[in-house]
Nanobody
Framework: QVQLVESGGGLVQPGGSLRLSCVAS????????MGWYRQAPGKQRELVAG???????NYPDSVKGRFTISRDNAKNTVYLQMDSLKPEDTAVYYC???????????????WGQGTQVTVSS
């Protein structure tokens, strides 16, 4: 089995920064794409950033230029550096990863439990 655990959320003022981390553990064979999603009250879950095993990255326009995703393959970890935070960034942030289990032949998507990010003055 695979578990994803997020950390780094909290309360920050507008214009501030936070760095989120997500560590994958368990019966991991190969991790392909990793990413971050968020869900604000009353809204659908949306993609924040994604990164493939080869380092290809995509962001939506809402965070482009402010957020940076990166990964450390040796540590099975993905990061999200969030700068110039706005109140509209307030949401629960979820990590996900496409994982092939050790000894498995196909991949599936796993999700973390989420970490709260609140941007308020």
């Amino acid at each position: 089995q695979v578990q994803l655990v997020e950390s780094g959320g909290g309360l920050v003022q507008p214009g501030g920064s936070l760095r989120l981390s997500c560590v994958a553990s368990g019966s991991i064979g190969t991790i392909y794409a990793m990413g971050w999603y968020r869900q604000a009250p009353g809204k659908q879950r949306e993609l924040v950033a994604g990164i493939t095993s080869g380092g290809r990255i995509n962001y939506p326009d809402s965070v482009k230029g402010r957020f940076t995703i990166s990964r450390d393959n040796a540590k099975n970890t993905v990061y999200l550096q969030m700068d110039s935070l706005k109140p509209e960034d307030t949401a629960v942030y979820y990590c996900n990863a496409d994982v092939r289990l050790r000894g498995g032949s196909s991949s599936r998507t796993y999700w973390g439990q989420g970490t709260q990010v609140t941007v308020s003055s």
